[in-house]
């Protein structure tokens, strides 16, 4: 949707082969970056070069995100989640948020979840969220301090049907494309923060509310 709204976009992932593919269907020359963010320093490296052969960037949002439902408790997968969710997300929000101080301007959009309102069953994945989120609010005291025009948005989807909600019988899934849309409505509002869809707002204010025992029942 950006790229298709005018934006030069830089993509950027662990699948070179659907990178390739994206780069030669979408419009304005895309470029790509194979990128593990879950490898911290090497992946700031990348993000930086290719902040580089961009021209300079105004907009980066931070999608990458894992997750894992297991009625037990595999420390393997909790560290991946850790790994991806939360020092992924961390160091390119936090390389991009500095570009940004550096530039004078900039915004950033990390997607959280609504799950980040409250700890569940998904227990890693819960948490990870939650620290997104901070770190997000965290970054928007510091952009207000700096007293120049960098918006960051943390946006916090409810369920939406790609491949991470597969085979979950989920309710109220979004399909992707009408989650994308609100998304880039938000951005173009530079809004604060923002569920996707919209309904969510709901269920995140009745999770939050909701007694613990009704709450460990559910
Ligand atoms: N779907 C939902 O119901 C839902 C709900 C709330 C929040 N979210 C959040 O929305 C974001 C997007 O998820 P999605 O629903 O689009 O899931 P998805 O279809 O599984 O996509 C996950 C994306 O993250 C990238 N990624 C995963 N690990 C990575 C790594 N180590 N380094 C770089 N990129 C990595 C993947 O690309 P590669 O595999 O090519 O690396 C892929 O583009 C996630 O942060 C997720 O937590 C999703």
Do not use: C
Not at 28 to 47: H, K
């Amino acid at each position: 949707m950006l790229a298709a709204g005018g934006y030069r976009v830089g993509l950027v992932g662990r699948r070179r082969e659907l990178l390739e593919e994206m780069q030669s269907r979408l419009p304005n020359q895309p470029l790509i970056s194979q990128i593990d963010v879950a490898d911290t320093d090497t992946a700031i490296a990348a993000f930086r070069a290719l902040i580089d052969e961009m021209g300079g960037v105004d907009l980066v949002v931070i999608s990458s995100g894992v997750d894992f439902v297991s009625r037990d408790l595999p420390w393997e997968k909790d560290k991946m989640v850790i790994q991806v969710n939360v020092l992924g997300f961390t160091a390119i929000a936090n390389t991009a948020f500095n570009y940004f101080l550096e530039q004078g301007s900039g915004h950033l959009v990390g997607i959280s979840s609504v799950t980040a309102v409250r700890g569940g069953l998904v227990t890693a994945y819960n948490a990870s969220k939650a620290f997104v989120s901070s770190y997000l609010e965290g970054l928007q005291f510091r952009a207000f301090k700096s007293k120049k025009p960098i918006t960051v948005t943390d946006i916090k989807p409810g369920y939406v049907d790609t491949p991470m909600a597969e085979g979950k019988h989920l309710f109220w899934a979004a399909p992707p494309d009408k989650a994308a849309e609100q998304i880039m409505d938000v951005i173009k509002k530079k809004k604060s923060h923002a569920y996707v869809t919209r309904r969510w707002r709901l269920v995140a204010w009745m999770i939050k509310i909701m007694p613990r025992k009704l709450y460990y029942k559910s």
